[in-house]
């Protein structure tokens, strides 16, 4: 099916718009009014433009507050439609879209709305244009998809038809079974929209809160199965309206909701790119530093051994377990710091996985980083991590290994370690696009996204992870650009005995981030403990949480660059990260920050 995307979901002006919907691949554009009248170009440049993108037009939107009104204020509207219907011509658009009235002076009165919805249908008909009725969720007589279906049908008008918007019929709980009611050549258009489940006012959510289908709660894909089975065949349209978006640079916003599209028309049936292919494991994290010695000294501390150099470049291959970690003095600039770089996902399809990355336009690097290097297939997350499809050990396939020479053997003791998870702090427009990327490109799954106060700020997390939990990312993203503790990236260890491993490092030099006593205080009105246990956790820094499954011990250790190590244990199958703890883990680290700022 044609795919189409309103100008009002992209940011910049008309022709930027325009040229970014191109480039993403989309077939068509819902033309919002403000973006042509903004417009220094005539509407017969504009749909110049459009023909040279490959862009058809394939809706003018809106006309507002039409039907049911008084006779004089009716015929009013008419002289505007007519206006507009000429425009229309100029640009080459044969559909309008006409949202259900706002106004005050609107009657609630069914048959009269029919009548002039109709009489409007007649003037659109002889200048050869459609006019597709939405009910908005806020309508003032008329709110949901079937009456404003009624309505069309009595009108009883050829060029006469309904749009339907996702967002207003699932934001109002109506249940979209009814549209396969509907002849599918009446449904003149279809607009997608998905937003977050948020208790407020329609309309405020519709206006700020719009995401691309996939982002937020809504059944989206649900709903485009019954309008395909009533036999509606025309474009699937993204009309978003988001303050973000807005913001953000339109080329990787179109981007975003192409892939949100593709996505989608999987779901339902309507596309196969190259199945998923899920990680079932994290086979390295990537350290890049401009110095190698802080970093190797947290590593050395919490047990690592430096096992292996990599053949060609300062790369160091440092493991403890089934924990790789990869630090890499290359091509770090001093301003960046330490930070995480790249991640090594373990792929049951390392090729596979790539073709379905770039299906889904995902960038896809270069599969060799230089000349002799093993081909590794990899592509780059919108936050630019380099993810790399990873199969360690299993020959024939290329190994990542294969370019590192060992320099020591790989540490027995120490139990058996792993990367338990890895939080990427994203840049603050790209936290959507982050968790669809996740989902739909790498097959994970995501969490509820939570809501962390940080001293500063507030932080949004949401985790991406395999149900098994073999991989477990956290996305977050902080309260403003320029804040380090919001900016920091993680990489939490898993180890079976976390008091040992807190310990060890303690011993070995390492400092743990101290935790404050009313923290403790707390934990000890809110659970109950074995003798000692709660003294152990305060002299280490050791947090506590539990969920239905089991419990989660962590600890943390200083920050070197944008990057710290957690260590954790889990037990019983506990599901979280320990978000209940973050408030009382940040504050810690903007203290320490501050101590050792002076
Ligand atoms: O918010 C609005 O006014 C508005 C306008 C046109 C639409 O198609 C829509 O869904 C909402
Ligand atoms: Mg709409």
Known sequence: MRTSIATVSLSGSLTEKLTAASRAGFDGVEIFENDLLASPLTPEEIRARCADLGLSIDLYQPMRDIEALPEEEFARALRRARHKFELMGRLGADTVLVCS????????????????????????????VRVAYEALAWGRHISTYDHAWQVVRSA??????????????????????????????????????????LAMDVLQWSRHYRCFPGQGGFDVAGLVRHVLRAGYRGPLSLEVFNDVFRQSEAGPTAVDARRS??????????????????PTGIAFAELVTPDAAPVSAVLGALGFTRTARHRGKPVDLWQHGEARVLVNTGPAERRDGTRLAAVGLESPDP???????????????????????????????????????????????????????????????????????????????????????????????????????????????????????AVRIALT?????????????????????????????????????????????????????????????RELGILYDRDAHGTFRHCYTHTVGRVFFELVQRDGGYRGYGAANAPVRLAAQHAVRAFTAG
């Open 477 to 537: 993203v902080g309260p403003a650009p320029t804040d380090d503790t919001a900016h920091a990236q993680h990489l939490a260890l898993a180890t079976d005995d976390v008091v040992a491993a807190a310990r060890r490092y303690r011993e070995a030099g390492g400092p743990l981030l101290p935790i404050p006593a009313n923290y403790y205080d707390d934990l000890a009105a809110r659970f109950e403990f074995a003798d000692g246990e709660l003294e152990t956790y």
């Open 101 to 128: 009235s706002v106004s005050p002076h609107a009657l609630d009165d069914d048959a009269l709305a029919a009548e002039q919805l109709s009489r409007l249908a007649g003037l659109a008909e002889d200048h050869g």
């Open 156 to 197: 009883d008008h050829p060029a006469l038809g309904t749009c339907l918007d996702s967002f207003h019929i699932l934001s109002r709980g109506s249940d979209p079974k009814g549209i396969e009611d509907i002849p599918g050549e009446k449904i003149f258009f279809l607009q997608l929209a998905d937003a977050p489940l």
């Open 261 to 278: 599209l593709l996505t989608l028309q999987e779901t339902v049936g309507l596309a196969a790119p190259p199945a998923p292919a899920p």
């Open 351 to 469: 090729a596979g996985a790539a073709r379905r990355a770039e299906a889904l336009l995902a960038p896809v690097l270069p599969r060799r980083r230089a000349p002799g290097d093993a081909e590794l297939e990899a592509v780059a997350a919108p936050d630019g991590t380099e993810l790399f499809f990873c199969a360690t050990g299993r020959s024939p396939l290329p190994d990542w290994r294969a370019d590192f020479e060992d320099v020591a053997p790989a540490p027995h003791d120490g139990g058996p370690w792993r990367v338990d998870h890895l939080s990427l702090a994203q840049p603050w427009h790209q936290f959507d696009e982050a968790a669809l990327f996740h989902r739909s490109v790498l097959g994970l799954r995501p969490q509820e996204s939570v809501d962390v106060a940080d001293p500063y700020g507030l932080l949004r997390s949401r985790a991406v992870s395999t149900d098994d939990g």
